[in-house]
């Protein structure tokens, strides 16, 4: 398949991911485009999950190796990335699938202009048996408005040309896991916007082990103090952020508000609702805060019955 030189190489870092990793392969050896190579990083996984990937090195153009102690997936993506042949990096999770056709659709979109060196296409989030949770939308506006207001990208799904990422990859400061992919894309934007491309791409597996799944609602807040810090000293990427600022701070903020939500945490949410809004007021009227005030109530509604009886 494909050459010295693929068009697409798809990064795939995985760990501990024996039930997941063959199902995620199997979406890629199917597709019906075969200019594509396959670089699998394991993060030092204590299963199977090296072996099961090991089963498809006679199927596509696959090159598996495997980090001598876990160094969180930044390190994998970047040491991929490094190693990929193609001219355009593919960044998909272990836990993740490809839709039919996503690796055509993007050849396309490629070939209908070259200069097209960052776009993604958009996700949709499945159970495990593959029923749609939900399909996340992409904000309105310009794309720096977009990506102030959060991360429609996500991971799995981006193409970047491979020069243009190693400009910039992932930040492997482990404090930043659970946002490295927003942080990576803010400041590759800043030099390139991201576009687009028709269709569906990667479907997402919502499943208990995500690092989304489980992270309390004190670590995100820490983690998006550090990804603000880190960005601001970054003078492509404040720039970038300049004119959305507000709306990026008052993103952060809400993020942390429905995470305390979610968990349980009425006050801290309510407070970090109102900082919130006084970075920027207009998020009042947003869905995302109907959905803060739902969670509200499922909490206020367990008080209400005890309190009754």
Same mark, same amino acid.
Request: contains cysteine.
């Given at each position: 398949m494909g050459g010295d030189r693929p068009l697409i190489s798809v990064i795939i870092p995985t760990f501990n991911r024996e039930g997941h990793i063959g199902r995620c392969l199997d979406s890629v050896v199917t597709e019906s485009f075969a200019d594509y190579q396959v670089v699998v990083v394991d993060n030092a996984s204590t299963d199977d999950t090296v072996s099961v990937a090991g089963r498809y090195l006679?199927?596509?153009?696959?090159?598996?190796?495997?980090?001598?102690?876990?160094?969180?997936?930044?390190?994998?993506r970047n040491r991929g990335a490094k190693i990929a042949r193609g001219r355009y990096l593919l960044f998909l999770d272990s836990d993740d699938e490809l839709t039919s056709? *996503?690796?055509? $659709?993007? #050849?396309?979109?490629? %070939?209908?202009?070259?200069?097209?060196?960052?776009?993604?296409?958009?996700?949709?989030?499945?159970?495990?048996?593959?029923g749609t949770v939900y399909r996340p939308r992409v904000g309105r506006g310009t794309m720096d408005r977009v990506l102030?207001?959060?991360?429609?990208?996500?991971?799995?799904?981006?193409?970047?040309?491979?020069?243009?990422?190693?400009?910039?990859?992932f930040d492997e400061d482990p404090g930043l896991v659970g946002s490295e992919d927003w942080h990576c894309w803010i400041r590759v934007a800043a030099e390139h916007l991201p576009?687009?491309?028709p269709g569906e791409g990667a479907l997402l597996v919502d499943h208990s082990g995500r690092t989304s799944v489980v992270d309390?609602?004190?670590? *995100?807040?820490? $983690?998006? #103090?550090?990804?603000? %810090?880190s960005l601001l000293q970054d003078g492509g990427a404040r720039r970038f952020l300049a004119p959305n600022i507000g709306l990026f701070r008052a993103t952060l903020t809400h993020y942390?508000?429905?995470?305390?939500?979610?968990?349980?945490?009425?006050?801290a949410s309510m407070g970090r609702f109102g900082r919130c809004l006084r970075h920027h007021p207009r998020l009042l009227f947003s869905r995302r805060t109907a959905h803060l005030l739902r969670l509200w109530l499922r909490v206020l509604r367990p008080a209400r019955v005890s309190g009754s009886n």
């Open positions: 006679d199927r596509m153009d696959l090159e598996v190796v495997v980090n001598d102690v876990n160094h969180e997936r930044s390190f994998s056709g *996503a690796l055509e $659709r993007a #050849a396309e979109f490629i %070939a209908g202009d070259p200069g097209r060196l960052f776009f993604f296409q958009v996700l949709r989030i499945v159970d495990e048996s593959g102030a207001e959060g991360n429609p990208l996500s991971c799995s799904g981006v193409y970047v040309e491979r020069e243009l990422f190693l400009r910039h990859r576009q687009i491309c309390p609602w004190r670590s *995100a807040e820490r $983690r998006f #103090a550090l990804l603000a %810090a942390v508000a429905v995470k305390a939500a979610g968990q349980g945490h009425l006050m």
